[in-house]
């Protein structure tokens, strides 16, 4: 319950959430993840994902052609300046990976 207070009265109200009113929420990443070449071990690759990048939900294969695979994955992260950037860069310096890319954003509710 949250209390405002006004001139004359004091008004119990139940607490209501407006997404995005006053602090900044989880947003859900799909990234497209593309090793380095068709030699890279993904199932390697996927778990150096994982320990290096928290909140990781899901990864799946996604095959290109000519034998290479890229890897989706799903992530959460906070919505702020620079969250973006940041989590590409983090998936970046990871080796084995030739370069990730956002492609899909959204906010959760």
Do not use: W, Y
């Not at 593309?34 to 990781?56: F, H, N, Q, W, Y």
């Amino acid at each position: 319950m949250c209390q405002v207070q006004t001139s004359e009265h004091t008004i119990c109200l139940p607490e209501v959430r407006i997404p995005g009113a006053l602090k900044m929420g989880a947003v859900a990443v799909i990234l497209r993840v593309m090793p380095e070449s068709t030699d890279v071990d993904l199932e390697g690759l996927k778990l150096a994902i994982r320990e290096k990048i928290p909140g990781v939900s899901d990864i799946r294969d996604e095959p290109i052609g000519f034998g290479l695979v890229a890897l989706k994955v799903a992530t959460v992260i906070q919505d702020e300046e620079g969250a973006t950037e940041g989590i590409e860069s983090q998936f970046n310096d990871i080796p084995g990976i030739d370069r990730a890319e956002i492609v899909d954003l959204s906010r959760m509710i």
